[in-house]
């Protein structure tokens, strides 16, 4: 658990982040609250001869609610997210995920930008701004670009953006209707053994959207539009669950660890999604 | 001359036995301030560390070092190859086997050590131990122990004579290449014709995983070699610090004088600190050869996947009865995985420790058990785990086998327990086994526990929701664990506990001070337990000064008299037996100068608290102070100056603290997530020192039960990597995880103990594990369940549902 010797940089505007970058390629790594590149450092499973701390960078540490739509700058930590009322009230599944996140200790260090960058199938974040459809502003030499969250991740620590280009900001269109963020997990700390984001809009008693997003049942988080499908026109009775049960398990692939084969994981991410649909749908 | 406070002020001014005296050592615990062995920082002081091995078997084509050598601030890489002329390429193991200290030409288990790079700091320790190549030829690999006892594959060439006969092992007998010993204890023949001939027969196999003390403090050392005195100085994570000094003596050559070993503060041991290790050997070793002291600290995955594992003990059990349930008969078989070379912990006459304590709290007339340990391609070690020697794994045998029968029987396993159970009157009890237990109530223990949760009122709870659960208006099912244990600790009587030939007694030493204060030093080693708080205590209650002016001072082994360490429950059973005898030692010469300052004869005065008084005349008296400052200011015929005793104590019995524990838990079917809703823990560990110490090594020791049953595991896969070598799998469960513990106790002095203690650092893990698990095996029972393996992690708990059909 020791790193090899690396550079270590921190900059203080987003200039001399992307000059490093530039200078250095894949050499180069940011790091944000460092929860997931340094351990991996450590265990010499990731080789960074430059890091790039981020910390010194203004900018990026702003929640800003709008009328419609939500800006969270990359450094902004769970324990922000937790602790913003504003926020809360106009996006309470970011506060119900990000309680679910690790501990609070590593809440206070991990960042927004950091969890969604990584492209760890693991991380909560990822899954949860494909369920509020956000969309990842990068910056790069050439200027900035949005992705959007729902086409960032192309397979386990791959995603959109370049390796010259940093994650700046995260906007959410304003959600609306009931919430929920539910996570099964083996203890404190870990990551989910499944776990489902859902947006849900009630109109009368009929379902008028849903959004349904899944987390660790695949190499990405997986935006199941099938199960959202499922549910709307519904009034989300048993039949309805039963269907965006099944749509969902068509999209994820979960793979045997330690935290049980392919058979439970299948299991518990049906019950998993099918009580989050329910405490969404209380809500709406 | 009147007294300005009463008799009860003067007793808990003592702080002595009984008092909730708060820790003394807490107070630099809680700020910082221990000083652990990384703490220690000496000038030119180099790191040590290891290149391990990616595989679980192979053979070790070649190691080129020269790479390494050249990384700036590498100063040495030692192999095999160096220690081989200083005969410390293997190493004597404590179970009467031999070790390698790096790897002699094969490697046995995943993470074994290769080679030990010694650098100026730790990173240069790091990049040199990448550049060392080693070059391995794999070979097949072995981690199930009945598939090794059929392989043709030999995983230990060096226990094989050249014309391939098997000599005997420490432990007699060898029947296979990968076999280590057979152990036997009780009457095999009249036990299986009992079994035999019995009405009623249940028979279970069962496999107590594999996992790992996991203390928060890895293991490591300090070795610090004085060319120009001679003398060797060793700090480290040490259990038993002066059989280290033994140990390092009779393996390295140095005169024992010549060596120190101090164990400084631990970061908690639970057997895993207990050992000597590679790490030890080789930090002594660069010493010697740089002439700078040398620091080596395991990682966490070093200390998970190399030092010191626990249990891995496959169990068959038979147990016969009568149909109303009167045990006749038990057999037990295990065989027992031990790893690449045989490190258990144990006292030498019991490779498989005090497993034949298998017959618990019954009274079971006929009993057999016999032991198999085996070879695999698995990390060495085989420590008792927050417990006596094996003795959680008795435990949780008889306290399975018990639910089993009660299956068969179809009757409740309380009143099977109850019906069964020694009775007060038999002791001291033999058991058939061959233990004699000292002192125990079961039935009242175990009445007072069923009555405080209230046990038919949870009976009838848990029938409405099974019937709740089949009309479909529940999905959680509720189970109720019991367990009730009988611990063996306080190793041991000297005529049959040794280790390496040191017999395992115990020992303290005691200075009282002109003005009437004193250092007590014992043998042993506080880990956590809270040593320098309780033993204070035992002799503020002996000696009549107050505790807070008593220091306890252990793990010197240049001042600390000799003894045997901490582990085993024994600090309490033995070093404190000690501890009470040298302060009656004080007392006695005490008495005589107190009866010279009153000017009567010694029989005339008496013991009361703080003083000795004139008998029918209590204004007449000397306070232990007073007769402190004559100690050493008076000239008293016939009596040498000074204040000192010491006493060695090898006690005549174990000790036998037993308990009653039940278990409340929802099970979530769907999910396979246990809930525990209710944890009541009634301990009797004889004479109670400090109640708070005791409700915190209960915490503790219920903590570690929990993650043990429910998810706590070092898994390999068939290759033999191990899968679980971080804290991300290995369950280490937090404030979060953890119920709230309701504890409670009984006391039933042990008899032949000098203050009737018996010990209880480890009860609540011994009984706590079973509890746990049976009551999650409860919860299943209505719906077919027998038995299910441990660890009842989500995905085990969700298969067992499955497999019932409860998954609809």
């Known amino acids: 658990m020791i790193p090899a010797a690396f550079e270590y940089y921190r900059p203080k505007d987003i200039a001399g982040v992307l000059s490093i970058l530039e200078e250095h390629g894949d050499d180069a790594r940011v790091m944000a609250g460092g929860h997931s590149l340094i351990p991996m450092m450590k265990l010499r499973m990731a080789d960074v001869p430059h890091l790039i701390d981020l910390q010194d960078v203004g900018g990026m540490s702003d929640i800003t609610v709008g009328g419609d739509s939500i800006r969270i700058g990359a450094m902004v930590t769970q324990a922000d997210i937790i602790d913003h009322e504003g926020l809360t009230t106009a996006a309470p599944i970011l506060r119900e995920a990000a309680l679910q996140i690790a501990d609070p200790q590593v809440r206070y260090m991990g960042t927004v930008g950091g969890n969604v960058a990584n492209g760890d199938p693991g991380n909560d974040m990822p899954g949860l701004m494909q369920c509020l459809d956000a969309v990842f502003t990068v910056i790069g030499t050439d200027g900035e670009r949005d992705i959007p969250a729902r086409d960032f991740y192309e397979a386990a620590y791959m995603t959109a953006r370049e390796d010259e280009e940093v994650l700046t900001a995260v906007t959410i269109p304003l959600p609306k209707g009931g919430w929920a963020y539910e996570k099964q997990k083996r203890k404190i700390g870990d990551y989910a053994t499944a776990a489902a984001a859902v947006q849900i809009v009630k109109d009368g008693g009929t379902c008028a959207a849903a959004s349904i997003a899944m987390t660790n049942l695949s190499d990405t988080p997986v935006y199941s539009e099938a199960a959202s499908n499922a549910l709307v026109g519904t009034a989300v009775d048993d039949a309805a669950l039963g269907a965006a049960v099944a749509a969902m398990l068509g999209d994820i692939d979960p793979t045997e660890d330690n935290r049980g084969p392919v058979a439970f994981k299948n299991h518990v991410a049906g019950v998993i999604l099918r009580r989050a649909i329910a405490r969404a749908w209380s809500r709406a | 001359m009147k007294d300005e406070i009463t008799r009860e002020e003067r007793v808990d001014n003592l702080k002595g036995m009984g008092c909730s005296r708060k820790r003394v050592e807490d107070a630099r615990f809680t700020q910082g301030k221990g000083n652990y062995v990384d703490d220690i920082k000496l000038d030119g002081m180099l790191f040590g560390d290891f290149v391990r091995s990616p595989y679980a078997h192979a053979r070790i084509k070649s190691i080129d070092t020269a790479a390494a050598l050249e990384v700036p601030g590498v100063l040495a890489v030692l192999t095999a190859a160096d220690l081989e002329p200083l005969g410390l390429h293997w190493m004597p193991t404590l179970a009467g086997d031999k070790q390698m200290v790096l790897a ?112 928060l403090e890895t293991c490591g050392c300090v070795a610090s070699m004085d060319k120009v005195n001679g003398k060797l100085t060793l700090w480290g994570t040490f259990q038993a610090p002066h059989a280290i000094r033994t140990v390092v003596s009779l393996i390295s050559g140095i005169e024992e004088h010549n060596i120190r070993v101090i164990s400084p503060d631990i970061g908690g041991g639970f057997g895993n600190k207990v050992g000597a290790y590679p790490g030890y050997v080789c930090s002594v070793v660069a010493s010697i050869v740089t002439g700078k002291p040398v620091k080596w600290i395991e990682d966490r995955m070093d200390n998970l996947m190399t030092t010191a594992f626990a249990r891995d003990y496959h169990m068959t059990g038979k147990i016969a009865a009568t149909p109303e349930g009167k045990i006749t008969g038990l057999q037990c078989h295990v065989t027992a995985d031990h790893g690449g070379f045989d490190a258990c912990a144990d006292p030498t006459k019991f490779p498989a420790g005090f497993m034949n304590i298998c017959t618990g709290s019954y009274d079971i007339p006929t009993a057999h058990l016999s032991v198999d340990g085996v070879y695999t391609n698995k990390a060495p070690g085989g420590v008792s785990y927050r417990c006596s020697f094996r003795v959680t794994e008795a435990v949780y045998f008889i306290e399975r086998m018990i639910e089993v029968l009660a299956i068969k029987l179809d009757m409740d396993a309380a009143e099977l327990r109850r019906i069964n159970f020694i009775k007060k009157e038999q002791f001291p009890y033999t058991a058939a086994l061959g233990w004699e237990y000292d002192s125990g109530d079961y039935h009242t223990a175990w009445d007072k526990a069923l009555k405080t949760v209230d046990y038919e009122g949870l009976r009838a709870e848990q029938a409405q929701r099974v019937e709740d659960f089949k009309a479909g208006k529940t999905r959680k099912l509720m189970g109720i664990g019991l367990s009730f244990f009988t611990e063996i600790v306080g190793a041991g009587p000297v005529k049959n506990c040794d280790i390496l030939g040191l017999g395992m007694f115990d020992s303290c030493e005691i200075r009282i001070h002109p003005t009437g204060s004193a250092i007590a030093r014992l043998g042993t080693i506080s880990q956590g337990q809270g040593h320098a708080t309780t033993f204070a205590q035992i002799l503020a209650s002996e000696i009549g000064l107050p505790a807070d002016s008593i220091t306890i001072e252990e793990g010197d082994t240049d001042t600390a008299p000799y003894g045997l360490g901490t582990y085993g429950s024994r600090s309490t059973p033995v070093a404190g037996a000690a501890t009470a005898m040298a302060g009656r030692k004080i007392r006695a010469k005490a008495q005589m100068i107190a009866a010279y300052l009153l000017e009567v004869h010694d029989n005339d005065v008496e013991f009361d608290v703080d003083r000795f008084v004139v008998k029918g005349a209590p204004e007449k008296f000397k306070t232990m102070k007073e007769i402190a400052f004559a100690a050493y200011n008076q000239a008293i015929p016939g009596i040498e100056p000074g204040l000192e005793a010491v006493s060695y104590y090898d006690p005549p019995n174990m000790t036998y603290p037993f308990g009653a524990y039940v278990c409340v838990m929802d099970i979530d079917v769907d999910t396979g997530v246990p809930e525990i809703r209710r944890f009541y823990a009634l301990d009797d560990c004889g004479t109670r020192i400090n109640p708070m110490i005791i409700e915190g090594q209960v915490h503790g020791g219920l903590t570690e039960a929990l993650a043990v049953a429910l998810g706590q595991e070092i898994a390999y896969d068939d290759m033999g990597n191990v899968k679980t070598g971080t804290l991300m799998d290995f369950f280490l469960p937090t404030a979060w995880e953890v119920p709230n513990y309701e504890t409670d106790f009984t006391v039933t002095p042990s008899p032949h103990h000098p203050i009737g203690a018996k010990g209880v650092g480890e009860s609540p ?9 049976n009551a999650v095996q409860d919860a299943f029972r209505p719906f077919g369940n027998t038995h299910t393996n441990m660890p009842h992690d989500h995905w085990r708990i969700w298969r067992t549902a499955n497999e019932l059909g409860l998954h609809g």
């Open chain 2, 765 to 773: 893990h011994v009984g706590g594990v079973p509890c746990f698990s």
């Open chain 2, 104 to 215: 002699d030409g094969k490697v046995l288990f995943q993470g074994q050590e290769v080679a030990y790079v010694v650098a100026e700091d730790r990173y240069a320790a790091a990049d040199g131990i990448e550049a060392v190549e080693v070059e391995y030829d794999e070979l097949p690999v072995i981690v199930n122990p009945f598939e090794s006892l059929k392989s043709d594959v030999v995983l230990r060439e060096d226990l094989v004579a050249e014309d391939g006969s098997i000599p005997d092992g420490a432990h007699g007998p060898r029947k296979h290449p990968n076999h280590i010993f057979t152990w036997e204890a009780g009457d095999k023949d009249p036990t299986e014709e009992v079994i035999a001939n019995a009405e009623v027969v249940a028979t279970e196999s069962m496999y107590y995983h594999r996992t790992h003390p996991c203390p």
